[in-house]
């Protein structure tokens, strides 16, 4: 059983507009949570991380949401750019860094 | 900058023939892990380990071993493989900021 969920395979979204993926998580000793992109023939790279004492973290354009309670976050793009066209995951871990676990991807586009 | 790399981007071997994918990091971390990924699937334990000759297992272990003789390598062996073995596999490394992946290695068996 998935213990990370990405319910949305695929998004489109306007360039400019506002991109938001979600991802929920059953485990609650999950206390690490990241973001990661992935180009087609890439490895996937790291994008923003939260800790499980914050509830948002920014960095730039990208920003990640994390409702403990729902065991729910959300990473936020704004502006869209065509360039963010990916896959993105998240994943979590319970904070060793010896496991993640990730969730299944949701592919981004973003028309110009 | 972290670097992970990965011995081949693409690979093309035979059903039943014994298969190694290398990876190496050069950020001195002690854990390193094999993952595969396949699409709707995400991406999938394999095997990790914390610490040279040091292996745990994943979560889809079945069909493959693992073999770190140093820190800085950690190989990844299919002992025969099959058509299913056909995958994206991902090979990364991590700190306390989160794992770095490398770029991955195509394999398809035939």
């Known amino acids: 059983d998935q213990q990370v969920k990405q319910n949305s395979p695929s998004l489109s979204v306007q360039e400019g507009r506002i991109s938001i993926l979600n991802c929920d998580y059953t485990?609650?000793?999950?206390?690490?949570f990241l973001w990661y992109k992935k180009y087609p023939a890439e490895g996937p790279t790291f994008l923003i991380s939260?800790?499980?004492?914050?509830d948002k973290n920014e960095d730039g354009r990208f920003t990640v949401f994390l409702n403990k309670s729902a065991k729910h976050l959300s990473l936020h793009i704004v502006p869209s750019q065509p360039g963010d066209s990916a896959v993105y995951f998240c994943?979590?871990?319970?904070?060793?860094?010896?496991?993640?676990?990730f969730g299944s991807g949701t592919k981004l586009n973003v028309k110009p | 900058d972290v670097k992970v790399t990965q011995s081949s981007r693409y690979l093309v071997k035979r059903t039943g023939e014994k298969v190694f994918l290398e990876c190496v990091q050069d950020?001195?971390?002690?854990?390193m892990f094999w993952y595969r990924q396949d699409p709707g699937l995400g991406l999938r334990l394999i095997y990790f380990s914390y610490d040279v000759k040091m292996k745990e297992k994943g979560d889809i272990p079945e069909g493959y071993s693992v073999s770190r003789e140093k820190k800085e390598r950690f190989s990844l062996i299919l002992e025969s493989a099959s058509t299913n073995q056909t995958s994206m596999y991902l090979c990364a490394s991590s700190s306390d900021r989160g794992q770095y992946f490398g770029p991955g290695t195509r394999l398809t068996v035939t």
């Open positions: 485990n609650s000793m999950f206390d690490y």
């Open positions: 994943a979590a871990s319970e904070g060793n860094f010896n496991k993640f676990y």
């Open positions: 939260i800790s499980s004492i914050k």
């Open positions: 950020m001195d971390h002690e854990n």
